[in-house]
Nanobody, 124 residues
Framework: QVQLVESGGGLVQAGGSLRLSCAASGRSFSSYAMAWFRQAPGKEREFVAAISWSGGGTRYVDSVKGRFSISRDNAKNTAYLQMNVLKPEDTAVYYC?????????????????WGQGTQVTVSS
């Protein structure tokens, strides 16, 4: 059984930073790509960033390029999302997800396991 637990969300002023963590239980964490999605009130859940099984490949949605950085530590079964220069439009619940395979992809249907989410609120 795979469980994903996010942490690190909170309230921050515009221009600030947060680091989200996603701790995974179960085996074979290092065999799968990981990703972060987010969902703002009244909107669809959208892709934010993904990282391949080895960490060698990453993908980002255009709106966060240059501000967010995804990483992983396979020894700790943990994925991270470093968020800098936060904007009010980044406000959302952020979800960690495990891909069904090793390659970083942006599609929601590519992910089979999801965390419960952590709230990020950016004030102006």
């Amino acid at each position: 059984q795979v469980q994903l637990v996010e942490s690190g969300g909170g309230l921050v002023q515009a221009g600030g930073s947060l680091r989200l963590s996603c701790a995974a239980s179960g085996r074979s964490f290092s065999s799968y790509a990981m990703a972060w999605f987010r969902q703002a009130p009244g909107k669809e859940r959208e892709f934010v960033a993904a990282i391949s099984w080895s960490g060698g490949g990453t993908r980002y949605v255009d709106s966060v390029k240059g501000r967010f950085s995804i990483s992983r530590d396979n020894a700790k079964n943990t994925a991270y999302l470093q968020m800098n220069v936060l904007k009010p439009e980044d406000t959302a619940v952020y979800y960690c997800a495990r891909n069904k395979g090793p390659i970083a992809t942006p599609g929601r249907d590519d992910y089979g396991y999801w965390g419960q989410g952590t709230q990020v609120t950016v004030s102006s």
